[in-house]
């Protein structure tokens, strides 16, 4: 069953603005770990941000920001002051503390408009 | 070594021929994960090893699809009489064991059926 969902297959932001990419996901674990990548059209795939399921506070790094409401299950990620090499794919991933594996969502395509 | 390194990079192969991809964690990383990435899709779960044991390997798409890491550390995953439809890149990821460590992916091996 599929545990993590994007629904934005694309999103187009102008450069500098901000831009939110949703993921919502599904476990009964209550022992989780969030993340988000970035893949540029090079093909790497590059951590971007993690958030624990028991962080109290919401993950920050740099200009990432993560946007975590465990109730409602979502972890969208928020980009501020959009640049243009932030255009790439997004996935969102989970990490079970059962399981210990790692799933990923189908992404949302990001372009960044000059 | 100083990342994930995954060989070949490329690989042709024609429909029924076997391969075998290969894959070198990051030195220390008790966790490796093997994923299939279609053109413009997110990366698909294949199998999941802690050390040499293999926890999980419930994405892996058919019997002709076979990983092992016998001594911990290097991984194969091998591919039985290829199809086209197994054309896609192959990503291999490695990461320590707790569930709040990111992965960190290897470049791919993108194969080509023909």
């Known amino acids: 069953a599929q545990k993590i969902t994007q629904t934005q297959p694309g999103m187009f932001v102008q450069e500098k603005e901000a831009v939110t990419l949703d993921c919502t996901y599904d476990?009964?674990?209550?022992?989780?770990?969030l993340f988000w990548y970035k893949q540029p059209s090079s093909g790497e795939m590059i951590f971007l941000i993690y958030?624990?399921?028991?962080?109290?506070q919401n993950a920050t790094e740099g200009r990432y920001s993560l946007n975590f409401q465990k109730a409602r299950k979502s972890a969208n990620l928020v980009i501020s002051a959009s640049q243009l090499g932030d255009s790439a794919m997004y996935f969102c991933?989970?990490?079970?503390?059962?399981?210990?594996?790692?799933?990923f969502g189908a992404g949302t395509r990001l372009t960044v408009k000059p | 070594g100083a990342g994930v390194s995954q060989s070949p990079r490329y690989k042709v192969a024609k429909r029924g021929q076997d391969v075998a991809l290969r894959c070198d964690p990051i030195?220390?990383?008790?966790?490796l994960f093997w994923y299939q990435q279609a053109l413009g899709q997110g990366p698909e779960f294949l199998t999941y090893?802690?050390?040499?044991?293999?926890?999980?390997k419930s994405g892996l798409p058919s019997d002709r699809f076979f990983a092992e890491r016998p001594e911990g550390s290097v991984s194969t995953l091998k591919i039985q009489r290829t199809q086209q439809e197994d054309s896609a890149v192959y990503l291999c990821?490695?990461?320590?064991?707790?569930?709040?460590?990111?992965?960190?992916f290897g470049q791919g091996t993108r194969l080509t059926v023909v």
């Open positions: 090893f802690q050390n040499e044991a293999q926890l999980d």
């Open positions: 991933a989970m990490r079970e503390g059962r399981g210990n594996d790692m799933r």
């Open positions: 476990t009964s674990d209550p022992s989780y770990g």
């Open positions: 990821a490695s990461s320590f064991g707790q569930m709040n460590t990111e992965a960190f």
């Open positions: 958030q624990g399921s028991y962080d109290q």
């Open positions: 030195s220390g990383h008790v966790s």
